[in-house]
């Protein structure tokens, strides 16, 4: 019953922005932490930003600060990832999560890794 789904990735070039979205069912994310994570060809999966479950605070990568700004609308169970000044290292594939939390210094699912499938952002020079 529990899924995420991402859309809005996509082909971009250089500099140009894309917003992507994460639509939840079978649950809210405002009963979680959610967050975006992304997964560049040949490298490990990494966060890029988390918000807590009640909405407090928000956890951004140094990668992204000032460029990608999260948002959410919890009555429609929706994430929505605006990204500005996009460059060829933002290349991945973006995935959504929500029972997120950060730790440290990063971003992690606490019990359950709740995933999206996904939606590619190839950005081109």
């Known amino acids: 019953d529990v899924q995420l789904m991402e859309s809005g990735g996509g082909s971009v070039q250089a500099g140009g922005s894309l917003r992507l979205s994460c639509t939840a069912s079978g649950f809210g994310f405002g009963d979680y932490g959610v967050g975006w994570f992304r997964q560049a060809p040949g490298k490990d999966r990494e966060y890029i930003v988390c918000i807590d479950e009640s909405g407090d605070r928000t956890y951004y990568t140094d990668a992204v600060k000032g460029r990608f700004i999260m948002s959410s609308d919890e009555s429609n169970n929706k994430v929505y990832l605006p990204m500005n000044r996009l460059n060829p290292e933002d290349t991945a594939i973006y995935y959504c999560?929500?029972?997120?939390?950060?730790?440290?210094?990063?971003?992690?699912?606490?019990?359950?890794?709740?995933w999206g499938t996904g939606t590619p952002v190839p950005v081109s020079s």
């Open positions: 999560a929500a029972d997120v939390l950060f730790i440290g210094n990063a971003c992690y699912h606490r019990h359950i890794e709740f």
